[in-house]
Every structure is written in structure tokens, then in C-alpha cells.
């Protein structure tokens, strides 16, 4: 289970920001810039104009060392044949998501009493339950208005009751609406047949005039589950691929009962919720900001961080945003949350910072071997480290000394190169002041991502996904 890293340059180097390089009047004897350069031009890059001789500089040369992080496989965090269904955890699909499990016993191996938990990429609030359940505050943070939804339903006890009585309503009023103004977003006709998009409109109206905004949240999440199993979108994958032809003549979803069922399920999940939880105090904080920038987090006040980041950048692993289109324009969203995997970690490649990625030995290794076979990808790579280690500083930020962090990757394949994802947010980790403790390495269960992706986004071109995950733990000592 070894992994590989780097060993160190034996010169003692200065790993300033490259912007500061071409002004250094040790520019040319300097060990890093050389390599720095040599690195950047070959993933086709420079962020440096002077006029040193480029063809002059050597290329990276290091030698692999046996990891010694420590780093163990345990089958006790599989739970694969476990219930992650309790309370309201399965009131919406999400991509990837985390099993409640896993999240709920990394809190409490680490959670002291009225700890504050943070999870900085939310998804659909697995972790956030979890630390409710256990009657401890926490943040959530996202970008996607999909995954905010869910997880402030979620995580939001409401008096079941009342939610039989608003169905009835809803579906009362949906049943003799007349003269409803359907939508008319971008391509609605090749998503949704025409009788479903009466029907889809009818219900958002009904549930659009529910005053009580926790009620309305509630009808809204399973609104958002209707409408994606009633579109023209094979619902197995999570980007936006649309049924074939000949099944589509044959389809056609009754979106009342489609929305009735999914309501009764939700409603029931919702009551164990209330039953057990009404008279928590516990506060859940949904935050619509962006962990590489600042956030209305305050300084040290964070306890413990359980989070699974994104796998990759959302064009070649998991599209939360194609996934999350249809809900979302259906519920009246537009512009930028509609761009959530443009606006995701690697979206963009951040030109300006590109030193980020080249903290971590492990990535800039695999980088190099990715850039010999395909040089756009190896950017492509590049441009989601650069950007999830931008969530580093953040986080060291707002966790306290002596806190910690707990972050569960997947160590995807690009262009048959493995990326130790797991090595490289332990080395972005310790540069941001925080120690690692050990890697638990623990199995994927099937029914959480798809047996195949589609990691060039060619139709018909399919690929295996992950079977494992690696929980890389790790405590703030500065």
C-alpha cells in the first residue's frame, strides 16, 4: 500500500512565488527556477518573461522514496452492507455522495464536547446530519444551489404533519390548475415532453404559494427529484445524456404520482427526523460562498473538518453541475448557478498561481509523466490542485490548533497515470500547518458511483471508476 514521493533536493532552495523570480538576482543559479521552468514548459506554460536561456535548464530528476506517511487498509470502514438511509439522509440523489457512516465516526473519534464540525464542500449534507444527530454546530459550504437546498432540508427538523396536510394541497391544486405559465429555459423540449412540462408547472405553482419557507424547501427537494426522474435524462449517469430514441417513444412518466410517492417517502424519512430531533438546538450554518476564497468563517473556530472534495475537475469525473441543471431551472435559477462545474475546482486554470500545484512533490511528478502523453490534460490536472490547495489556506484559516482534518479522496487515473490524491492533500496539508496522523484506505461500495465514467466525455467511451477511497487524517499544529 506504499505510496511515492519525492525525495527533497539536497540544495537548500527558496520556494518563493514565481512572480517574485524574475526580479531575484539569483535567478540564474537558482535550483528551483530551473526546475520550476523546465516543469512549466513542458505542461506547455510559463508564467516568467525574461530572457533566461530555457533551452539550458535541466528537467525534474528525483528519486522515488517509500512513503513514510502512515498509511493502513481496514475493512471495519467498508459498511457495505450497512443502512445509509436513516433519518432523512436519502431525501435527494447526489453524486458521490459520503456514507453517513464513515462521516459519523470520524466525528466522534475527534469531535470533543461542543466541537463545531465544518464540511467545505457540503454536496448534499451527509456530514451536516451526522453532526446534528450528535447535537454538534456546523458549517457547510457550497457553490452549487442544488446541494445548499438539500442540505438545509436535510438538516432541518419540520413537524410531519403539517407536511401530509401541504401535500394534500399541492396535489389538490395541482390536479385543477388551468392556463399555468409553463417555462421556457434553453432546450426544454429535447429534456421534457410537453405533457410533462404541463404537469411539472403545475406543481411548481402549487408549491411556489406555500408560505412557510421551511415547508416549501421540503416540497421544493422532492419538486427537484421529479423532475429529474420525469426528464428525458438516463438517470443512471450524472451528466446530461438523453434516453435513445426508441426507449423514448415508450416513455412516459405520470409526474403526479412520481411526486406523490417520492413526497410520502420523504415525508416519512422527515418524522424520524422530528420525532427524535424537534427539540435540538443544534445550529446548521448553509454558506452559498466558496471555499478557495475567504468565508464568513471566523478565524479558529472550527473544531474538526470531515469533507470529501471533488474527485477531479467536473468535465471528466463527477458533473454536479449537469447533474444538478435540469432541478435547478425548474426552480427559477439562472446565469452563474447554472455554470456551477465552470465555477468548480478546476474549472478554470488560475495562470497566476500556478506555484500552488507545485508545492506538492507528488503532483508535480505526475504531472510531468501526464504532460509527456497529453499536455492539455496534464493542465487540465493542474488546474483542480491548484484550486483545492487554494482550500488549504482557508482551512488552516479556521481550524484551531490542535484541530482536525479529515478529508476522504478518491486517487483517480488520468491518461493511465495514478494521481496519489491521498499524498498530495497531505503534502498540501503540511505545508498549511497541519500534521498527518495516518491514511485509512477503506472500499467503495458500487451503489455510491457509477461502475464506469466517462473520462473524456465521449459518448460511448467509458472508463472504471475508483474502488477505493483513502481518509487522510491529519491535526493542525501551527
Same mark, same amino acid.
Given at each position: 500500500m506504499s505510496a511515492k514521493t519525492y525525495a527533497e533536493p539536497k540544495q537548500g532552495c527558496c520556494i518563493a512565488t514565481l512572480e517574485n523570480c524574475s526580479a531575484c538576482s539569483e535567478k540564474n543559479q537558482c535550483c528551483v527556477l530551473k526546475e520550476q521552468l523546465a516543469f512549466y514548459n513542458r505542461l506547455g506554460i510559463s508564467q516568467i518573461e525574461d530572457d533566461i536561456d530555457t533551452n539550458s535548464l535541466t528537467s525534474i530528476k528525483h528519486l522515488w522514496q517509500d512513503s513514510t506517511r502512515s498509511k493502513r487498509f481496514d475493512p471495519s470502514w467498508n459498511y457495505s452492507e450497512d443502512n445509509t438511509r436513516a433519518y432523512t439522509h436519502p431525501i435527494h440523489p447526489y453524486p458521490a455522495m459520503m456514507i453517513p457512516q @464513515? !462521516?459519523?465516526?470520524? %466525528? =466522534?473519534?475527534? !469531535?470533543? /464536547?461542543?466541537?463545531?464540525? &465544518?464540511? /467545505?464542500?457540503?454536496?448534499?449534507g451527509s456530514v451536516l446530519l451526522e453532526a446534528f444527530i450528535r447535537g454538534y454546530d456546523s458549517y457547510g459550504i457550497d457553490i452549487n444551489p442544488l446541494s445548499l437546498l438539500i442540505s438545509k432540508v436535510k438538516t432541518t427538523p419540520i413537524n410531519y404533519i403539517q407536511l401530509q396536510n401541504r401535500l394534500e394541497d399541492i396535489l389538490e391544486k395541482a390536479s385543477i390548475a388551468k392556463k399555468i405559465n409553463n417555462p421556457d429555459f434553453f432546450n426544454i423540449d429535447y429534456w421534457f415532453k410537453s405533457r410533462v412540462v404541463s404537469k411539472l408547472a403545475s406543481l411548481r405553482e402549487a408549491i411556489d404559494s406555500i408560505r412557510d419557507k421551511k415547508i416549501k424547501y421540503f416540497f421544493k427537494v422532492v419538486f427537484s427529484f421529479t423532475v429529474r426522474a420525469s426528464s428525458n435524462t438516463r438517470n443512471s449517469e450524472?451528466? &446530461?445524456?438523453?434516453?435513445? =430514441?426508441?426507449?423514448? &417513444?415508450?416513455?412516459n412518466p405520470d409526474v403526479i404520482e412520481i411526486f406523490k410517492k417520492r413526497a %410520502?417517502?420523504? %415525508?416519512n424519512a422527515m418524522a424520524k427526523l422530528w420525532n427524535q430531533f424537534k427539540k435540538n438546538g443544534t445550529q446548521v450554518n448553509i454558506l452559498n460562498e466558496d471555499t478557495r476564497y475567504r468565508t464568513s468563517v471566523k478565524d479558529s473556530?472550527?473544531? %474538526? @473538518?470531515?469533507?470529501? /472534495? /471533488?474527485?477531479?475537475?467536473?468535465?471528466?469525473?463527477? !458533473?454536479?453541475g449537469q447533474f444538478s441543471r435540469l432541478s435547478l431551472q425548474w426552480l427559477g435559477f439562472n446565469g452563474d448557478a447554472l455554470d456551477t462545474d465552470n465555477r468548480s475546482l478546476g474549472g478554470r486554470l488560475d495562470v497566476h498561481n500556478l506555484h500552488l500545484g507545485?508545492?506538492?512533490p507528488n503532483l508535480r511528478y505526475a504531472l510531468d509523466l501526464i504532460s509527456m502523453i497529453d499536455k492539455k490534460r496534464a493542465r487540465d490536472v493542474m488546474a483542480f490542485y491548484v484550486d483545492l490547495n487554494k482550500c488549504f489556506a482557508e482551512l488552516s484559516r479556521v481550524v484551531k490548533k490542535g484541530g482536525f482534518l479529515c478529508m476522504v479522496v478518491g486517487n483517480r487515473t488520468v491518461k493511465g497515470i495514478k494521481l496519489p490524491t491521498d499524498e498530495i492533500v497531505a503534502d498540501f496539508g503540511e505545508y498549511t500547518g497541519f500534521k498527518h496522523i495516518e491514511t485509512i484506505i477503506r472500499k467503495i461500495p458500487n451503489k455510491r458511483m457509477p461502475s464506469k465514467n466517462s473520462p473524456t466525455n465521449k459518448v460511448g467511451e467509458l472508463g472504471a471508476t475508483m474502488t477505493e477511497e483513502y481518509i487522510v487524517i491529519m491535526e493542525k499544529i501551527k
Open positions: @464513515v !462521516a459519523g465516526r470520524l %466525528i =466522534d473519534m475527534f !469531535a470533543k /464536547p461542543k466541537a463545531v464540525v &465544518l464540511d /467545505p464542500f457540503c454536496g448534499s450524472f451528466k &446530461l445524456y438523453r434516453i435513445d =430514441d426508441d426507449k423514448l &417513444l415508450n416513455f %410520502i417517502q420523504n %415525508i473556530t472550527v473544531d %474538526i @473538518v470531515v469533507t470529501s /472534495p /471533488p474527485y477531479g475537475d467536473s468535465r471528466t469525473t463527477v !458533473a454536479y507545485y508545492l506538492s
